[in-house]
């Protein structure tokens, strides 16, 4: 089980965008994701015609390792870690490790 799922709300944890709040648009095979509006880079791309995109330069959002990202727990307002655990009924859920509130219902 991820800890980390999209449309999750998390915090950034290490690099130029340090301390940003995102949502996690897509989780990648490789133990990266991408969020919204973070670690954004600029690509050059060539027109194609055929396809009727016009060309120029475009931002958007590159993958970041999973290991930079934190859960944000809405009761601390604050990065939190995240823990898995069996209910009684057999269902994986997760759970805060600070307060130990669950997250999924």
Known sequence: MRKIRKGDQVVIRAGRDLGKRGVVLRVLDDDTAIVEGVNMIKRHSRPNPYLGTPGGIIQ????????????FNPATSKPDRVGVK????????RFFKSNGE????
């Open 86 to 93: 069996r209910l009684e009924d057999g269902r994986k859920v």
């Open 102 to 105: 669950i997250i999924d219902s």
């Open 60 to 71: 958007k959002e590159a993958p970041m390792d999973i290991s930079n990202i934190a859960l």
